[in-house]
Nanobody, 128 residues
Framework: EVTLVESGGGLVQTGGSLRLSCAAT????????IGWFRQAPGKEREGVSY????????DYLDSVKGRFTISSDHAKKPVYLEMNKLIPEDTGVYYC?????????????????????WGQGTQVTVSS
């Protein structure tokens, strides 16, 4: 059984930073990709970033490139999303998801919904 728990959300001013953590309980960590997604009020959910734990491949939403960094610590297994230079448009509920690396073929892929496991989310609010 795969379970994911997000933490690290909060309220921050524009230009500030937050680090989100995704504690994923998976049978074999390297068999999975972990993604971060977000949903703002009244908007569709969008993929923010993901990392494949078998080879370290990462990808980012264009609007967060250069500001956000995803990383994983194989020893402790949490996956981190370091968010810098936050702007109000980054506000939303952030979810992490796990899917087999064979299904992780992009942030917009429907395989995250079809085959992934999801956490409950953590709120990020960036004030102007």
């Amino acid at each position: 059984e795969v379970t994911l728990v997000e933490s690290g959300g909060g309220l921050v001013q524009t230009g500030g930073s937050l680090r989100l953590s995704c504690a994923a309980t998976v049978f074999t960590f390297e068999d999975y990709a972990i993604g971060w997604f977000r949903q703002a009020p009244g908007k569709e959910r969008e993929g923010v970033s993901y990392i494949k734990n078998n080879d370290g491949t990462t990808d980012y939403l264009d609007s967060v490139k250069g500001r956000f960094t995803i990383s994983s610590d194989h020893a402790k297994k949490p996956v981190y999303l370091e968010m810098n230079k936050l702007i109000p448009e980054d506000t939303g509920v952030y979810y992490c998801a796990a899917v087999s690396v064979i299904f992780a073929d992009g942030l917009t892929s429907s395989t995250w919904d079809s085959f992934g496991r999801w956490g409950q989310g953590t709120q990020v609010t960036v004030s102007s």
